[in-house]
């Protein structure tokens, strides 16, 4: 069948072979924290220090890591697709953004990061956004106002994603939706599926394990994201 309308999502797992950590490991520890003492408005508020250096330390590995297959894979697809096609990540990284530039996607593509990116800083007061390579220091001036600090452009729990009303009107036209790399944990994303199905979209999963919404998949394919995409994507034109 030959789809027009497409939306990935995808979410850590598409970056694990790359080797930049999920978030859900089994001790339920996000690279040693606990995910509210990181990344919550209110652990800013009371500790600066360590949530800026917690997100210094992870934009300071982003030069060590590279795309993967997967990504590229889904880069090289972006290139021959005739159609609308959404990429939606939930990474802060940038190896889609590297894949991408590698090989220039066809008329049609978009690339949103629902939960922010490493490598920029929002303004505290203007909400103002800017590309941002090196490090925050805990009370980062803010170029844009005054009083206003940077902090990392990153959606904390309790804030809400970002670009929504794009997503989800994608979501109502699309007829193929793939996640990959994703545990279905956190919303709106995990309900992004029922979106693509409410729209009548062939829904497919690509996932380490099946993820908490696996039930809700047409097709679901289990692997490592190297594998799995390339092999699932070599397939669609
Ligand atoms: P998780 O860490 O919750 O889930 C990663 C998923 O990837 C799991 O289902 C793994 O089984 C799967 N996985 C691991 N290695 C894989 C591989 N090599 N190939 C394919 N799949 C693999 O990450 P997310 O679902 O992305 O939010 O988490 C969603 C959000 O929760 C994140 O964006 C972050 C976090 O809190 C914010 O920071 C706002």
């Known amino acids: 069948m030959a789809h027009r309308n497409l939306v990935i999502l995808t979410g850590a797992g598409i970056s694990a072979e790359s080797g930049v950590p999920t978030f859900r490991a089994d001790d339920g520890l996000w690279m040693g924290h606990r995910i509210e ?5 209110e ?3 009371r500790d600066p220090v360590l949530v800026q250096d917690f997100y210094n330390q992870r934009r300071r590995q982003l030069p060590t890591v590279h795309p993967n297959a997967a990504h590229r894979a889904i880069a090289d697809l972006a290139a021959r ?3 609308d096609f959404l990429l939606v990540t939930q990474n802060v990284d940038d190896l889609h953004d590297r894949a991408h530039a590698v090989t220039p ?3 049609g593509f978009d ?3 629902m939960h922010g990116e490493l490598l920029k800083a929002h303004c505290t007061r203007t909400g103002q956004v800017c590309d941002w390579p090196g490090d925050l220091a805990p009370d980062q001036p803010s170029p844009h106002h005054p009083q206003g600090r940077l902090r990392p452009h990153i959606v904390w729990f309790g804030e809400m994603p970002l670009h929504m009303d794009r997503i989800e009107a994608a979501l109502a036209a699309c007829d193929l939706f793939v996640a990959i790399g994703t545990s279905g944990a956190v919303w709106p994303a995990a309900g992004f599926v029922q979106l693509a199905r409410r729209a009548g979209a062939h829904t497919v999963e690509l996932n380490l394990e099946p993820s908490q919404v696996t039930d809700l998949f047409d097709e679901v394919r289990h692997g490592p994201a190297t594998a799995v995409v390339p092999a699932f994507f070599s397939s669609l034109t």
């Open 105 to 107: 996607p066809a008329h």
């Open 111 to 113: 690339l949103i990061h």
């Open 37 to 41: 003492d990181v990344a919550t408005p």
């Open 43 to 45: 652990a800013f508020a």
């Open 81 to 83: 697709w005739r159609g």
